[in-house]
């Protein structure tokens, strides 16, 4: 119980620390910010807020400005039934990809998703 006490407080600070230390978000032009947030819409994050490798891919999300809905699977009991089922285990951080054909894809692993990503919007 101290140790789980112990590890939410520190997680909570990182994220603190995180927020304040944030870089500025990247700039486009109106236009492709536009189609940065329609193409956002078949994505989603499922995270804990307080996670390390949570933090670092919303970070990069901040960083690319790409908004994509977050789903604290802690909190929210749908997100964590949504991950689990469909996604096929309780694993954060998870991207949900809604593919242009409409199938999903779960993507695990902060490092692989920062690297789909970097690719999908780091150049518009």
Not at 1 to 21: D, H, P, Q, S, Y
Not at 78 to 87: D, F, I, R, S, W
Request: charge should be positive; charged fraction near 30%.
């Amino acid at each position: 119980m101290i140790l789980k006490a112990f590890r939410n407080g520190l997680g909570n600070l990182i994220a603190c620390v995180e927020t304040l230390t944030r870089p500025a978000k990247k700039q486009r032009s109106a236009e492709d910010q536009a189609r940065v947030d329609q193409e956002a819409q078949s994505l989603a994050l499922y995270q804990f807020h307080a996670c390390p490798f949570c933090i670092k891919v919303r970070r990069t999300l901040h960083v690319l400005n790409v908004p994509v809905p977050l789903k604290d699977v802690q909190k929210d009991k749908v997100a964590e039934l949504e991950l689990t089922q469909k996604g096929g285990k309780r694993q954060v951080p998870c991207l949900r990809i809604i593919e242009t054909d409409g199938t999903e894809r779960w993507l695990y692993e902060s490092k692989a998703i920062i690297d789909y990503l970097e690719t999908r919007f780091g150049d518009i």
